[in-house]
């Protein structure tokens, strides 16, 4: 029951603040003496929902006292019909002059109490029999104008009531937006039709002229407002004179009766004929059209005239508008004009602009229309003129995620309902929302659009917000969408490039340079077999991949490993999101696969990693301490053993790839992967040392042993590769109570816990702890006391021991006695008074076989990074004999650094700057160049690729052009190498 009046209320409870609001009460019957008539309550409050309450009365005063014979019918229908009270009182108390109208012919009201309102297909009718007498004839001139101005605005009433009803009523549904466009258009089409039946009257119709009506525009996509110019166009065919007259006609005459009529998106605009052959239009849009008018031809639509010639032109114009996106720059203009229109946009305007400002509908509209342009060449589903249809096919077929279509519809149709509700108060067109600080018209345009009150806030307030919102929303959307570079690339595929399943597709990618175009076919028909939602996506995205996979060393295969991770990640929700909304991630992406083997087989299983593909920061700006930290807190958290070390698996495998997509991709310099490495494996270390002692604690009831992990070459010196193994020796020391021997059994047991659950097998690289560093190698004890290291070292130690020990570092466990060891063995790797003449050149002796016994049968010593000439030996070697010499004496030398050893030697002093720079630059590119191979090849190897795409993909990583020949890449690192080997001549010989 709705809202029912109270005895002694005051008017101003249901809103009446005019002077004239009681007597006219009064009057009508529906207030006494002691206030309001209870059967008049249901009157009162739909009069109290208005936008205008006092509006709304006054101009049912007026009608009132036009026709006072009349009045008791239309109380008793007010009282008693609820859909007709909705009907009548929200036009009142909306719109000043559908108010006048209803006023100045009192039987206009009688329109709205009819059960059901004029069917959309009766328009034609009713305006046509508006301009034909009894008798059969058309008016013309002014008669003509009145009788169709009359009968198309007592429609548009209709239409309006219908659409605001529900706002006085609660118990009437709203009408959707898109049936009072579509009903608005019906009348607008049926209003061009008749027009051009006066038309034909008052200039003679002839059979030598035919005229076609081209609806452009809102018109064209069944979008209008209540008060739009209608743009059309117009074809003639026969004598073009009488067709032009037939067309100015019919503009002048719907112009004064109806709406404007604009055929300024005609061929040469306003200074161009107003009436063209079929012909003529085809020379134009063939030879002179601009990128724009394509984009107005989308929402072309023959609505009046001859249907047949209608539908030529259609026909015509359709191929042009559904390949232009084919045109140079063809993304580049659209944005360029949008960008043009906004700045038309006063300054002081431009955030209550509706239709042109920053987040308004030409937003919505441009961001839709770009996207139909370029991938609806091939898809027909995305052809409609409707902005709402075309955006719910994007979505559907994911060219816009489904999110995204329901936000941008959502706020397309709020922006399309408060500039309807502009438009309607005064018949006036107008997209400027009121000044944020006028208050009366906000809160009468909240209630016109239904906003009320919320959480303390006014109508006004609420509505503020909700505008704000939504043109937020809509400018994020569309410069997500209408900037997103995929577009400029999806625009350069050829149209025919799209239909990836034909024979001429096996043709253009071999072209490309697929190897074998009948298995990359395969690959895309298993990508896009189907209707899904995931086979449309990739329908779009591949065009362009193909190209992109193109341009890598190996596009087979980079198309494999894209076929391999997209089925990998089917079910992972945002994977193709992902790819079609971020362009530098299916740029990088294809980059990645198309070079290397290692990164598909890690992404699959790290998928979280490809997210961070178009952000530069969250791939290659993470501080490698952070990085372990965090790894060491999550593997921390795990309840046992295997738990831990699963869960340091899966975090190590996550910044291996992320490390290795930087590298690759140039983000991140030779040293700093080195480190990032290290950090990763040292923190796996501690993890798993961690939860071993944990569980060893447990089963002896408690612990026995202090352990520190002495990390030794590569891992000691911050320095290792993607498939290096740890180097590690164990150093134990008894707690109080424990002997040494159960401290080395205690400790033994945790040692061989961790290498035997780190070296399971797996998919990763492998993560071997190697010990063979220790003392006596294989045959000695696992760990040893710190006093049975240094027994052994003061007893047994060699020369090259010394030389291992150069690197060491403490990694993990016990960190205090990790630096007595290290304080310990100082002496044994800083000599005093340096390195004698006999272990200098044993040095040389051991250095001189392991070259000649370790480097491979049939390996190329000037492409070997390892054992090579001027390779990582070579300089590492150079620098450790010169810090077992030297570096007693030169506490900067006393470092694991590679590379801060020998920058060192130049700064003291020890060798030559330009040497040293040699040595470093070698020493730095067998480093990267060793990466980079496992990285191609997706497995460890010394030795660089002399040929083919595997060498192809290492030059490409270093800088090298698709162009260039990549053997000039092994000619540069042969005679940086050899620079290099002369210095290690020099420094390590001494010849």
Known sequence: MADRARPGASAARYGFTERGAQEALRTTGWWNDVGPDPEAGDVLAALARTPDPNLALLTVERIRNADESAWPELDAA?????????????????????????????????????????????????????????????LTGTAAVRALRATYRGLLLEIAASDLAHVVEPKLEEVPLGEITGALTALAEAALRTG?????????????????????????????????????????????????????TLMRVVSQACFEVDAALRPEGKTGALVRSLESHEAYYTRWARTWEFQALLKARPVAGDVELG???????????????????????????????????????????????????RDVEFAVQLLQLVHGRADTTLRSPSTVDALEALGAGGYVGRADAAELRESYEFLRTVEHRLQLRGLRRTHLFPEFDDVEQLRWLARASGVRPSRGRAESEVLTAEFRRHA???????????????????????????????????????????????????????????????????????????????DTPDPDGGLLAYRRVSEALAETPWYLRVLRDEAAVVERLAMLLGT??????????????????????????????????????????????????????????????????????????????????SSIWTAVLQAALAAALRRKAEEAGGERARIAVIGMGRLGGEELGYGSDADVMFVCEPVAGASDSEAVRFATAVAESVRSALGAPSQDPPLVVDTELRPEGRSGPLVRTLDSYLAYYARWGEVWEAQALLRARVVAGDAELGERFLEAIAPLRYPAGGLDAAKTRQIRRIKARVETERLPKGADPTTHTKLGRGGLADVE??????????????????TTSTSGALRTLADVGLADREDVNSLVRAWELATRARNVTMLVRGKSSDQLPASGRELAAVARVFGASADDDPGEFLDTYRRVTRRAHAVVQRLFYES
């Not at 720059?329 to 305007?349: I, N």
């Not at 001429?504 to 697929?514: D, E, N, P």
């Not at 070697?877 to 010499?885: G, I, P, S, Y």
């Open 78 to 138: 007010l009282r008693t019909d609820f859909q007709f009270r909705a009907r009548l009182l929200s036009v009142l108390g909306y719109s000043t002059v559908l108010g006048d109208l209803v006023v100045s012919d009192p039987g206009w009201w009688h329109r709205l109490a009819v059960p059901t309102l004029t069917p959309v297909r009766e328009y034609d009718a009713r305006l046509a029999d508006a301009v034909t007498t009894d008798d059969g004839t058309v």
């Open 877 to 894: 070697w150079t620098a450790q004999l010169m810090q077992l010499r030297y570096a007693h004496d030169v506490p900067e030398l006393r």
């Open 196 to 248: 051009l039946l006066v038309a034909e009257h008052e200039v003679g119709h002839s059979a030598d002229a035919t005229l076609a009506v081209i609806a452009m525009g809102k018109c064209g996509a069944r979008e209008l407002n209540y008060v739009s110019d209608v743009d059309v166009v117009f074809v003639g065919e026969g004598d073009i004179g009488i067709a032009t007259r037939l067309a100015s």
């Open 311 to 361: 539908r030529r032109y259609a026909e015509l114009v359709a191929p042009m508008v559904w390949s232009a996106a084919e045109r140079e720059d063809f993304v580049a203009d659209v944005q360029r004009m949008r960008r043009r229109v906004e700045r038309h946009v006063p300054a002081d305007l431009a955030d209550r602009e509706l239709k042109l400002g920053r987040g308004g509908l």
């Open 596 to 677: 290397s083997k290692l990164v598909p087989d890690l992404l699959v299983r790290a998928p979280e990693v490809l997210q961070r593909l178009g952000d530069r920061d969250a791939l290659a700006g993470r501080d490698p301490e952070e990085v372990a930290r965090s790894l060491r807190a999550a593997a921390g958290r795990q309840p046992d053993m295997e738990a831990t070390v699963v869960a340091a698996r899966s975090l190590r495998r996550h910044e291996l790839l992320r490390v290795a997509c930087a590298d690759l991709l140039g983000l991140l310099d030779v040293s700093s992967v080195c480190v990032a490495l």
């Open 472 to 550: 937020r929303r809509v400018r994020r959307l569309h410069e997500k969408l209408f900037y997103r570079p995929l577009l400029e690339a999806v625009s350069k595929v050829p149209t025919a490039a799209l239909r990836l399943t034909t024979q001429q597709a096996a043709s253009r990618l071999a072209a490309l340079g697929y190897l074998a175009p009948d298995g990359a076919l395969r690959h895309i028909r298993a990508l896009t077999a189907g209707v899904s939602r995931r086979a449309a996506i990739q329908q779009t995205l591949l065009p362009v991949l193909l190209d992109l996979f193109a």
